[in-house]
């Protein structure tokens, strides 16, 4: 009878992983959920920071989107949680751990459905129908801002935003900082526009705002001491135009007959550096910045004017120079007018710690700005930069955004009310799926009281309760400053936009989804080890990571 038996077919190459069917989707979760107990601790006000060490550089953050980022995820479902976590970093700024931290509550719940032979389309149809309710709820009770009072607003959400930063202690200090800034950018709210240096030394209350530019002292050359540090009113003169004498290259050749042609040669090298010297000093212009380098020549020769003069600015220093000024980037110098010429009110030099500062401050046409970063531990700078980058999102978001809503956990404990009540008139299997997103959002909450090192279960209880009691009361939720760890978070001022619960409901819901329509992963170790080889082969010689492991450190 073995004729009759059927042959086995050969379909993928030797050594292929092939895994599939529900033990691949239970697999997939679990390793979601491990990165999201990593991340969980980090949320709120009261999270953990994370130290991590890579490279021989530390890190200490407890930014969801910074933490990732580092951990250098190589699961592939797992990489789903860090693309949407970059995502978010992106266009919100803020949520980075909320949304992780969602999503692996949607993920768990979506566990045990699978375990009990749910088939995963009707959990995902059930999870987008919640999001989607959720979502139309999120706009009906959000309130919307009052013109009048839009700056205090814009305040706490700042405030708000980096209460859960290592710079909590200093939110209102950098809160006004930050808002002072965003009002600063024209209507599209280029981030770019704003600039944070950050300078070691001195206390975080040392850091301060330039309604304007700053940005570090360039290399100089010999006369640059000469050369005034302070100006009021100045002219700006903006290049991008090289001011020295260029070397000859070493495979030149020029055929002379005699020599004075050589000397010819010479003096029209001169003759034109000048030139260009000459039309810049007719300008009247009193400050001169180029992207490209400028030469002792010039140096010395605008010091002996009274003017001052810095090389090789970075472009996206010189670009902001430019909108806060009002002046042009020039490639020539002939035809300089005063129209393409920006100015300041003031303009000085002066040293903030260790270094040296060009400030242009008191810029009437400021569409830019520059927070100057200080403090003791360049850990801590790093961290607060990152914070105030998610401040700066959060109240551009705001700025554009016509609504807000009560952060806390308060909004999520609303929805997860209003989900539960909706279930009830939805028949069969996805009434079971709603009522458990409406279960994985009380797991913000539910963290940020764990976090604070409060008695989570008793808190959601007790919320759970204030909420179905009355309509008025669906903006309580965890607030560590009030009595009992639980308050009214809108009167409280823990506010944040609307758009961004929005972002972290669908990127969650989005992410979630993708995973569980994942049914099988094909992995083939051999092709990945030969392609790693081919790689190595094609990296020149000296390359990192191409000399043998150290023994204890992943050799043998």
């Not at 850091?207 to 530019?213: A, H, K, M, P, R």
């Not at 944040?496 to 409901?505: A, N, R, T």
Request: proline share 3%; hydrophobic share 40%.
């Amino acid at each position: 009878m073995s004729f009759m038996m059927t042959p086995s077919i050969l379909l993928l190459k030797e050594g292929t992983d092939d895994s599939q069917g529900k033990p691949q989707m239970i697999s997939n979760i679990n390793a979601c959920n491990a990165l999201v107990d990593i991340v969980r601790t980090t949320l709120g006000p009261r999270g953990m920071d994370k130290l991590i060490h890579s490279a021989g550089m530390v890190t200490i953050t407890n930014d969801g989107a910074t933490v990732i980022k580092e951990l250098e995820v190589v699961h592939p479902a797992t990489k789903i949680l860090v693309d949407i976590a970059k995502s978010q970093d992106n266009d919100m700024g803020d949520g980075t751990t909320s949304v992780v931290v969602f999503a692996g509550e949607l993920l768990k719940e979506a566990k045990t459905f699978i375990e009990d032979g749910v088939h995963p389309q009707l959990v995902i149809k059930g999870y987008r129908e919640a999001t989607n309710e959720a979502i139309k709820k999120l706009n009906e009770i959000a309130v919307t801002i009052d013109e009048t009072n839009r700056r205090e607003i814009l305040l706490k959400c700042a405030q708000t935003a980096l209460s859960s930063k290592l710079v909590a202690t200093y939110g209102e200090f950098f809160g006004d900082m930050v808002v002072k800034a965003v009002e600063r950018l024209e209507g599209n709210m280029d981030k770019s526009l704003i600039g944070i240096k950050k300078v070691t030394g001195g206390s975080v209350t040392d850091s301060f705002l330039v309604d304007g530019v700053a940005f570090k002292k360039t290399f100089s050359y010999a006369g640059f001491e000469q050369q005034p540090k302070k100006f009021v009113d100045p002219k700006i003169c903006l290049l991008n135009l090289e001011l020295e004498l260029k070397a000859e290259k070493e495979n030149a050749e020029i055929r002379i007959e005699k020599p004075e042609d050589y000397q010819s040669i010479v003096d029209a090298e001169w003759k034109i550096i000048y030139d260009k010297l000459e039309q810049i000093v007719n300008c009247k212009a009193n400050v001169v910045l180029s992207k490209l380098p400028i030469g002792d020549l010039a140096t010395q020769y605008f010091a002996d004017r009274g003017i001052f003069c810095a090389g090789r600015v970075p472009e996206d220093d010189l670009r902001r120079v430019a909108k806060a000024t009002g002046g042009s980037i020039q490639v020539t110098v002939n035809g300089l007018t005063p129209e393409v010429l920006g100015t300041c009110g003031e303009f000085e030099e002066r040293q903030i710690g260790n270094e040296r500062y060009n400030l242009f401050k008191k810029c009437d046409k400021a569409k830019s700005a520059t927070i100057v970063l200080r403090g003791g531990a360049e850990q801590f700078i790093e961290e607060a930069e990152r914070s105030l980058n998610d401040a700066i999102m959060i109240v551009r978001r705001a700025t554009r955004a016509k609504a807000i809503v009560a952060g806390g956990g308060a909004i999520e404990m609303e929805l997860s009310k209003h989900l539960r009540n909706y279930s009830r008139n939805v028949p069969g299997k996805r009434q079971f799926i709603i009522s458990a997103f409406a279960k994985a959002l009380e797991g913000i909450p539910k963290a940020l009281a764990a976090n604070a090192g409060l008695d989570s279960t008793s808190l959601i209880t007790r919320l759970r309760k204030i909420h179905n009691e009355t309509d008025e009361n669906k903006w309580f939720g965890i607030n560590f400053t009030c009595e009992g760890g639980l308050g009214n978070n809108y009167e409280e001022y823990v506010w944040e936009p609307v758009g961004l619960k929005s972002s972290i409901l669908n990127a969650s819901s989005e992410a979630v989804c993708m995973i569980l329509s994942v049914d099988e992963t094909v992995k083939n170790p051999k092709s990945e080890q030969a392609q790693q080889e081919q790689r190595k082969k094609m990296m020149p010689r000296g390359m990192p990571g191409m000399g043998r492991p150290i023994k204890g450190m992943g050799g043998k």
